[in-house]
């Protein structure tokens, strides 16, 4: 049998998603894919597909499922000498199996009949699939991840031999010749075959066992030595190895580089979170200089809507003074002096406060101006943050009311729905031009228009008369449920204290707009003072400190206040008098017309309003420019905002991997300290060796293990001389062993004969003794000396049960049958050096065999070659 192709859906990781191997060749295939890619699941699934019952509801299978449920369904595609078939299996749920033909077409069995020939495809009950696959980290020889028919399937594949091994050891006629030997020998013998004790064969014995003892301790001494040297020709290559110059500075130059790459992150980082910063100031920035664009030009729009209020007060006020001319002349001279002595002392109090304040306003002027600007949007963005949190407090509906009214109106809608969904329909249907005859409630109805009667309906015949039609009194209790839920309307709308359900929502709609307000304004205020205002106040009356030194230090002296003081009390005499003349004017016009008093209070308000207007926006010639300047800084804001995010993006976009760089980082750090630590060791241990080889070479072990096997041997030689007779049955005795060991050697030559030259590859020297109960490796001969399995290294041990499945592969294709070899992870602890050695024996193997190579080492495995797997999607049909 040869595996083609492999798909699975719904398969643990590939839950919801269906995906296949195709293309499986013969020899060696390899599916190199990372940790948890899948590659156990294909082979936990092929195992089921094989193995397992669709009708099964095992542990093996439940652990196929995904946690989100539904059956699992494997397929696969397989090549016997019967031609190319489909086996295909779902499990848990919708259970089935069917073996389709891809060459023919048409279906060969299904259900039961599927199972039994898919067992049959196998070889039957012994089928061998189980003795040849190595699941992940099995690196037992028989133990754990080896199904239970596999021990069958070894006995099966050996059983060519077993007539032969029965003629050979006489079955049980041997065990009565060894019965009566030992019985022979019992004579000459203790029970426990020693010789009777004070002869001289004892004593010969007694020294050659001494003699072997001590041979042993010596023997012991020579393999310590070889051991150690071996250790540390080993230590050494791998300390020089470690410490070659390159090497050295390959680790130097990935730490330098580690670092420097961390350090590039780290400063991105930094200019990142500085144009961060940036770009939201920017953004203040900009929403600052348009408000007060648009603040000036409503100011501008302002004044000028005072100024042509002003012009018609004028107006207003020539009518009145041309009503009362005469007295008007005295009360006109009279104003004039007073508005001139009131600019005269204007002019002398401007001129006083100019001389006062001119040490004031040097050098610091613009600095000083701009703080004062800064602290004044600082304040109005307090006062707007103030403003716009009480009004979203007071707008702000009580807490959950919102959500009551909604779900009452919603309530009141759906039962006024249904009353009128269940009303009765009148339908009226004129005749050809007798339309216009009907109307309901003065209206023309359309014909074919059913009408719903859930108030009373009045239908009128023109000339004819009135149809009324009254709705039922529908369900006993429908008028009681909509009356309560116009009642919890209500209730819910007097609560909100809102009209109706639009406008409580239009109410938290603005309350909602207010609070977003306060947070843009408390924002700027945040941006424009980070300290607060009193720190802020503070800076301002340092610069104002800093302007009044500095102006005292000007060359340009200041006007003289003493004469500016005289100035203003003369002003003010004369203004005095002003008022005065004023009033006694203003007595003489007591009596004019109570329309030119309107007028003149008319003229006064909007002379007030005027100039306040003008004080606001300063001097005219200067409102254009101050405009301009406006508009050219709120663009620029604008721009700068652009700019600043355009900036961060830019920062974002070409960021480093800072958490990549620190883990470089840390790695190049760890790399070189464990490479230090390394060569430390490795000192010690050679000094260590060095002191260990010397004590024991001094003692010259391999002489005195070559003088005491020469003793040994001639005790021996004499205790066989003083046994004659037990020498012979003893001969005897190791001859029947010999003959029943001979003839096991015989039952397991196949498959040794398969596996020498595979163990040749990985070892020099080396012989495996079977296990005659589980017809596996037991016992591994390298250099004389004898190993059990189980001692084994773990490298060594499951290269061992990689090499026996190949070695039983190949013995049962040359019996007829075929399976492929499939591992799943079994070379974990191999060596570089063995894992070559591995490779080589696959593909040596390879020649008759399908072998199919599941690994997570993609760079190791790059070196097996053979044809490589892939995973591609399917569909699941």
């Given at each position: 049998?040869?595996?083609?192709?492999?798909?699975?859906?719904?398969?643990?990781?590939?839950?919801?998603?269906?995906?296949?191997?195709?293309?499986?060749?013969?020899?060696?295939?390899?599916?190199?894919?990372?940790?948890?890619?899948?590659?156990?699941?294909?082979?936990?699934?092929?195992?089921?597909?094989?193995?397992?019952?669709?009708?099964?509801?095992?542990?093996?299978?439940?652990?196929?499922?995904?946690?989100?449920?539904?059956?699992?369904?494997?397929?696969?595609?397989?090549?016997?000498?019967?031609?190319?078939?489909?086996?295909?299996?779902?499990?848990?749920?919708?259970?089935?199996?069917?073996?389709?033909?891809?060459?023919?077409?048409?279906?060969?069995?299904?259900?039961?009949?599927?199972?039994?020939?898919?067992?049959?495809?196998?070889?039957?009950?012994?089928?061998?699939?189980?003795?040849?696959?190595?699941?992940?980290?099995?690196?037992?020889?028989?133990?754990?991840?080896?199904?239970?028919?596999?021990?069958?399937?070894?006995?099966?594949?050996?059983?060519?031999?077993?007539?032969?091994?029965?003629?050979?050891?006489?079955?049980?006629?041997?065990?009565?010749?060894?019965?009566?030997?030992?019985?022979?020998?019992?004579?000459?013998?203790?029970?426990?075959?020693?010789?009777?004790?004070?002869?001289?064969?004892?004593?010969?014995?007694?020294?050659?066992?001494?003699?072997?003892?001590?041979?042993?301790?010596?023997?012991?001494?020579?393999?310590?030595?070889?051991?150690?040297?071996?250790?540390?020709?080993?230590?050494?290559?791998?300390?020089?190895?470690?410490?070659?110059?390159?090497?050295?500075?390959?680790?130097?130059?990935?730490?330098?580089?580690?670092?420097?790459?961390?350090?590039?992150?780290?400063?991105?980082?930094?200019?990142?979170?500085?144009?961060?910063?940036?770009?939201?100031?920017?953004?203040?920035?900009?929403?600052?200089?348009?408000?007060?664009?648009?603040?000036?030009?409503?100011?501008?729009?302002?004044?000028?809507r005072r100024a042509d209020a002003l012009d018609g007060a004028f107006r207003a006020m020539g009518e009145?003074?041309?009503?009362?001319?005469?007295?008007?002349?005295?009360?006109?001279?009279?104003?004039?002096?007073?508005?001139?002595?009131?600019?005269?002392?204007?002019?002398?109090?401007?001129?006083?406060?100019?001389?006062?304040?001119?040490?004031?306003?040097?050098?610091?002027?613009?600095?000083?101006?701009?703080?004062?600007?800064?602290?004044?949007?600082?304040?109005?963005?307090?006062?707007?943050?103030?403003?716009?949190?009480a009004e979203a407090a007071a707008l702000a509906p009580p807490e959950g009311v919102v959500a009551r009214?909604?779900?009452?109106?919603?309530?009141?809608?759906?039962?006024?729905?249904?009353?009128?969904?269940?009303?009765?329909?009148?339908?009226?249907?004129?005749?050809?031009?007798?339309?216009?005859?009907?109307?309901?409630?003065?209206?023309?109805v359309a014909p074919g228009r059913a009408l719903s009667v859930a108030t009373p309906l009045r239908i009128?015949?023109?000339?004819?008369?009135?149809?009324?039609?009254?709705?039922?009194?529908?369900?006993?209790?429908?008028?009681?449920?909509?009356?309560?839920?116009?009642?919890?309307?209500?209730?819910?709308?007097?609560?909100?204290?809102?009209?109706?359900?639009?406008?409580?929502?239009?109410?938290?709609?603005?309350?909602?707009?207010?609070?977003?307000?306060?947070?843009?304004?408390?924002?700027?205020?945040?941006?424009?003072?980070?300290?607060?205002?009193?720190?802020?106040?503070?800076?301002?009356?340092?610069?104002?400190?800093?302007?009044?030194?500095?102006?005292?230090?000007?060359?340009?002296?200041?006007?003289?206040?003493?004469?500016?003081?005289?100035?203003?009390?003369?002003?003010?005499?004369?203004?005095?008098?002003?008022?005065?003349?004023?009033?006694?004017?203003?007595?003489?016009?007591?009596?004019?017309?109570?329309?030119?008093?309107?007028?003149?209070?008319?003229?006064?308000?909007?002379?007030?309003?005027?100039?306040?207007?003008?004080?606001?926006?300063?001097?005219?010639?200067?409102?254009?420019?101050?405009?301009?300047?406006?508009?050219?800084?709120?663009?620029?804001?604008?721009?700068?905002?652009?700019?600043?995010?355009?900036?961060?993006?830019?920062?974002?976009?070409?960021?480093?991997?800072?958490?990549?760089?620190?883990?470089?980082?840390?790695?190049?750090?760890?790399?070189?300290?464990?490479?230090?630590?390394?060569?430390?060791?490795?000192?010690?241990?050679?000094?260590?060796?060095?002191?260990?080889?010397?004590?024991?070479?001094?003692?010259?072990?391999?002489?005195?293990?070559?003088?005491?096997?020469?003793?040994?041997?001639?005790?021996?030689?004499?205790?066989?001389?003083?046994?004659?007779?037990?020498?012979?049955?003893?001969?005897?005795?190791?001859?029947?062993?010999?003959?029943?060991?001979?003839?096991?050697?015989?039952?397991?030559?196949?498959?040794?004969?398969?596996?020498?030259?595979?163990?040749?590859?990985?070892?020099?020297?080396?012989?495996?003794?079977?296990?005659?109960?589980?017809?596996?490796?037991?016992?591994?001969?390298?250099?004389?000396?004898?190993?059990?399995?189980?001692?084994?290294?773990?490298?060594?041990?499951?290269?061992?049960?990689?090499?026996?499945?190949?070695?039983?592969?190949?013995?049962?294709?040359?019996?007829?049958?075929?399976?492929?070899?499939?591992?799943?992870?079994?070379?974990?602890?191999?060596?570089?050096?063995?894992?070559?050695?591995?490779?080589?024996?696959?593909?040596?193997?390879?020649?008759?065999?399908?072998?199919?190579?599941?690994?997570?080492?993609?760079?190791?495995?790059?070196?097996?070659?053979?044809?490589?797997?892939?995973?591609?999607?399917?569909?699941?049909?």
């Open positions: 049998m040869r595996l083609r192709a492999l798909r699975l859906h719904n398969v643990r990781r590939f839950e919801g998603r269906g995906v296949a191997l195709e293309g499986v060749a013969d020899g060696v295939n390899v599916l190199a894919a990372p940790n948890e890619a899948g590659k156990s699941t294909c082979f936990d699934a092929l195992q089921a597909l094989f193995l397992e019952r669709c009708t099964g509801t095992g542990k093996a299978l439940k652990s196929l499922q995904p946690w989100s449920g539904e059956s699992v369904t494997v397929e696969a595609d397989v090549e016997t000498a019967g031609g190319l078939f489909r086996v295909r299996k779902q499990f848990l749920s919708r259970k089935r199996a069917l073996v389709s033909d891809l060459a023919g077409g048409g279906i060969v069995a299904q259900g039961d009949d599927a199972e039994a020939w898919i067992a049959e495809m196998l070889g039957g009950p012994g089928a061998p699939a189980g003795l040849l696959w190595v699941r992940q980290g099995a690196v037992e020889l028989g133990g754990r991840g080896e199904p239970a028919p596999a021990h069958e399937a070894r006995r099966d594949a050996l059983a060519a031999v077993a007539g032969e091994v029965e003629a050979l050891t006489g079955g049980r006629r041997m065990d009565r010749a060894r019965r009566r030997c030992a019985e022979a020998l019992g004579a000459l013998l203790t029970d426990g075959r020693r010789p009777k004790k004070g002869g001289p064969l004892s004593d010969a014995l007694a020294e050659a066992a001494r003699l072997a003892e001590r041979e042993a301790e010596l023997a012991a001494q020579v393999e310590s030595l070889r051991a150690d040297l071996a250790r540390r020709r080993e230590a050494r290559r791998r300390l020089a190895e470690i410490s070659e110059p390159q090497a050295a500075q390959a680790r130097t130059a990935a730490l330098t580089e580690a670092r420097a790459a961390l350090r590039t992150a780290q400063d991105h980082a930094a200019r990142a979170a500085a144009a961060g910063q940036a770009a939201q100031l920017a953004a203040l920035t900009a929403a600052q200089t348009a408000r007060a664009l648009a603040d000036w030009r409503e100011a501008l729009a302002e004044a000028a009145a003074d041309a009503a009362a001319e005469a007295a008007g002349r005295d009360e006109a001279a009279a104003s004039q002096a007073l508005a001139t002595a009131e600019a005269a002392a204007r002019a002398a109090a401007d001129a006083l406060a100019a001389a006062r304040a001119a040490t004031a306003a040097r050098a610091a002027a613009d600095a000083l101006a701009a703080r004062e600007e800064t602290l004044a949007r600082a304040e109005t963005a307090r006062a707007e943050a103030a403003a716009a949190s009214v909604a779900k009452a109106d919603d309530a009141l809608r759906a039962l006024r729905t249904a009353a009128e969904g269940a009303a009765p329909r009148v339908v009226v249907e004129p005749v050809p031009g007798a339309e216009d005859a009907f109307t309901v409630s003065g209206r023309a009128e015949i023109a000339g004819r008369g009135v149809v009324t039609v009254s709705p039922g009194a529908g369900p006993p209790d429908g008028g009681a449920k909509l009356a309560g839920a116009e009642a919890a309307l209500a209730r819910a709308l007097a609560e909100a204290g809102a009209p109706d359900r639009a406008a409580l929502e239009s109410r938290a709609a603005a309350a909602r707009d207010c609070a977003a307000r306060a947070d843009v304004a408390t924002a700027t205020l945040s941006a424009l003072a980070p300290r607060g205002l009193d720190a802020l106040r503070a800076e301002l009356a340092a610069l104002r400190r800093a302007g009044a030194g500095a102006a005292e230090a000007d060359e340009q002296a200041p006007p003289d206040p003493d004469a500016a003081e005289r100035a203003a009390r003369a002003a003010e005499a004369t203004l005095a008098a002003a008022r005065q003349r004023q009033s006694d004017a203003r007595g003489r016009l007591a009596g004019t017309a109570s329309a030119q008093a309107v007028a003149a209070s008319r003229l006064e308000d909007a002379r007030r309003a005027a100039e306040a207007a003008d004080r606001r926006l300063g001097p005219s010639e200067a409102r254009t420019p101050r405009e301009t300047a406006l508009a050219a800084e709120s663009a620029a804001a604008v721009e700068a905002d652009a700019e600043a995010r355009a900036t961060l993006e830019r920062l974002r976009a070409a960021a480093p991997d800072l958490a990549a760089a620190e883990a470089a980082e840390r790695r190049a750090v760890s790399a070189a300290a464990n490479a230090d630590a390394e060569i430390a060791r490795l000192g010690v241990e050679i000094a260590r060796l060095d002191g260990a080889v010397e004590t024991v070479a001094g003692a010259a072990p391999e002489a005195a293990l070559a003088e005491t096997q020469g003793r040994r041997a001639a005790a021996e030689a004499r205790a066989a001389a003083l046994q004659a007779e037990a020498d012979a049955l003893s001969r005897l005795a190791r001859a029947l062993d010999d003959a029943r060991a001979g003839a096991s050697a015989h039952y397991f030559e196949p498959v040794l004969a398969e596996l020498r030259p595979l163990l040749a590859m990985l070892m020099d020297s080396a012989e495996i003794a079977f296990d005659e109960a589980a017809l596996l490796p037991s016992e591994m001969t390298r250099a004389g000396r004898a190993e059990p399995v189980e001692s084994l290294s773990g490298g060594t041990r499951e290269q061992l049960a990689v090499l026996t499945r190949l070695a039983f592969a190949r013995l049962i294709a040359k019996g007829g049958g075929a399976a492929p070899v499939i591992l799943d992870d079994a070379l974990a602890f191999s060596d570089d050096d063995r894992i070559e050695r591995m490779f080589d024996a696959l593909h040596r193997q390879a020649g008759d065999l399908q072998i199919v190579v599941l690994t997570c080492r993609q760079r190791a495995f790059e070196r097996l070659g053979g044809t490589v797997l892939r995973f591609e999607d399917w569909s699941g049909e």
